[in-house]
């Protein structure tokens, strides 16, 4: 329940302060007992009324005064001595300060106001019980627990026709409604009387869904606009790009006309941090990236061809499948193709050429998933075909970090808004994974069995202790993790960035490595193509064979010849005959030794 109050006001008493004064009661109608729906009263005895052992409350709500606050600043001057007192000069101050403390009434002056300020110091230092002093500590000690998550609630899609869960949205204030967006992706098989309805949900009443939102094509994705909570934004499957307003109803608020919408589904759809909270781009596979302003939906304002070869050609440009963006970093976006590469993009850029950056290609397929560290933007979490990675704008040519190849195909994924090291991803055998790269690099740290059938969405609360889950049979799943991984860990945030400055920096070395070893490669080819190139009478298969024996042959003959002459070396030498002296050895010695210079000196 909502009050909503309008005042109707003149123009020309725009800005005016409005004067309520008291009034007389009065009656607008009276509406008689009729005696006829009297005799049709039927009296209930006994009654059965159920109680509980509480007190009876009512709701009412009132309208407070306004506080407003304002902040000042204070000039702080040296004050309080006499005018024939200069303060500056230091003679005159020293005599004034003497002449003060002779004064009988300075001792007692001074024990009255030190007993006065004690009490200030004393009510200034008093600690409140129920302040949280120690919120922006990053050393938090939590309870070594093993990780584990539960489930809170489940939400069914409440149509007979069963349709997947293709995108949540969580609500920005207090997180306590989830909206769901439900539509068949397979291409021209979606069942007859399949419905186009999406639910916005309760989280403390799954068995209803609040607000029913009836588009004219099942929507894609749905998204809550962060400054204003009513207003939700929706990317349908016919291209459309759809806005509805909760305290409106159901229907469709603002639509883009299809002539200048997008030609094939809306697979992203992301609100900017603008000053009036109104605009927000959306993303398709027909390789186009649009700005919408939802107060006049009728076309967008801008237009950006996913064309890396920069010449703005919509038949070469890559399917968008994913979109990100970071309030911090105003000027760059983020777009996951079809094709597995993501591309980074500025949009302040003067020329369409110069709106697209760089490309980070690795995956095999397309980036369901694309979504930068909260604590580290210059970091981002991709998820494409059996694998995440995570990637750093240094290191263009591969991720710094991924995990492994799965047996089933990856999803959807997502960072904890708490803790720099934790993010989750979802798979096709419906298995939720938590992974905790400081706690562990080659396994998640808990693997959740969710469901039976695929998981094909998810998003995390901003506390980040609970976890929304869409499945293929449109059931949503809401899980609450330990307290382990969503509170923030002792040094957890040093000991991340010292992993990302490490895995980019050696990165970064194999890049240099694979560089030169191509230009080297390069050279050798150019440096071959360089000489004349001399025309070689054609080869028989039957000579390469010979060739080839002889050269086989060769080199077995060569290393038994080597072998040979070793052995000969290692063998022993022979002793002197005992029937020489000492004296004929020493004269054969010098013999040798004069025959040596001989052959030095020729003259």
């Not at 603002?254 to 094939?264: K, N, P």
């Not at 195909?409 to 790269?437: C, N, Q």
């Amino acid at each position: 329940m909502e009050i909503v109050y309008v005042y109707v006001k003149k123009r020309s008493e725009f800005g005016k302060q409005c004067n309520f004064s008291d009034r007389q009661a009065e009656l607008n109608i009276d509406i008689p007992p009729n005696p006829e729906l009297a005799k049709q009263f039927v009296e209930r005895n006994p009654v059965d009324t159920g109680i509980q052992c509480s007190t009876s409350m009512s709701e009412h709500e009132a309208n407070t005064e306004r506080f407003e606050m304002e902040t000042r600043g204070v000039n702080h001057i040296e004050g309080g001595w006499p005018k024939d007192v200069n303060p500056l000069e230091l003679e005159q101050t020293i005599r004034f300060r003497k002449k003060v403390e002779k004064d009988e009434n300075y001792v007692n002056t001074i024990m009255r106001l030190g007993s006065i300020v004690e009490h200030c110091i004393k009510q200034n230092n008093a600690i409140d019980i129920y302040q949280e002093y120690f919120d922006d500590e990053d050393a938090v000690e939590v309870m070594e627990e093993a990780p584990s998550a539960k489930t809170v609630n489940v939400f069914r899609d409440p149509q007979e026709i069963k349709r997947p869960a293709t995108h949540i949205s969580l609500h920005p204030d207090g997180n306590r409604k989830l909206a769901v967006a439900y539509s068949c992706l397979n291409f021209q098989r979606a069942p007859e009387g399949m419905s186009n309805e999406s639910y916005v949900w309760d989280l403390e009443n799954p068995n209803r869904p609040e607000i029913v939102l009836k588009p004219s094509s099942p929507l894609v994705t749905l998204e809550y606009n962060p400054k204003d909570s009513h207003v939700l934004l929706a990317g349908c499957y016919n291209g459309q790009i759809a806005c509805w307003d909760t305290r409106k109803g159901s229907l469709v608020a603002e639509l883009s006309t299809i002539e200048f919408s997008h030609r094939d589904p809306v697979y992203g759809t992301i609100w900017l941090q603008s000053k009036t909270g109104t605009e927000c781009f959306s993303a398709s596979t027909d390789g186009q990236v649009m700005w919408w302003d939802v107060r006049k939906m009728s076309e967008p304002t801008e237009v950006v061809i996913m064309d890396i070869t920069k010449k703005e050609q919509l038949e070469h440009a890559l399917g968008a499948t994913s979109l990100e963006f970071e309030a911090t970093l105003p000027t760059k976006f983020m777009v996951g193709t079809e094709q597995g590469i993501v591309i980074s993009c500025n949009r302040k850029a003067k020329t369409p050429a110069e709106k697209i950056v760089c490309t980070f290609s690795g995956h095999h397929g397309p980036i369901y998933a694309l979504q930068r560290n909260p604590f580290y933007p210059k970091n981002f979490l991709t998820v494409g075909d059996w694998t995440a990675r995570i990637w750093s704008e240094d290191s263009r040519e591969s991720s710094i970090m991924w995990t492994k190849y799965h047996m089933a195909y990856l999803t959807d994924g997502a960072w904890s808004p708490v803790r720099p090291a934790v993010f989750f991803t979802t798979k096709m055998d419906g298995t939720l994974d938590i992974w905790d790269f400081v706690f562990k690099q080659c396994d998640p740290a808990l693997s959740l069995k969710v469901c039976d059938e695929a998981l094909f969405c998810l998003r995390v609360q901003d506390n980040g202790c609970f976890i929304a889950c869409g499945s293929q049979l449109g059931t949503t799943t809401l899980l609450e993790v330990s307290n382990g991984l969503c509170t923030l860990q002792r040094n957890e945030k040093n000991m991340v960035s010292s992993i990302f400055e490490r895995e980019t920096r050696r990165e970064k070395i194999l890049e240099t490595r694979h560089r030169e070893m191509r230009l080297k490669e390069k050279g050798k080819a150019e440096g071959k193509d360089s000489h004349p190139r001399e025309e070689k009478p054609a080869l028989n298969l039957e000579q390469l064979v010979t060739e080839a024996e002889e050269e086989f042959f060769d080199v077995i003959f060569t290393e038994l010849k080597r072998r040979e002459a070793e052995a000969m070396k290692e063998k022993p030498k022979p002793k002197p005959p005992s029937l020489e002296t000492e004296d004929e050895v020493e004269g054969e010695e010098q013999g040798e030794e004069e025959r040596d210079v001989k052959r030095v000196q020729p003259w």
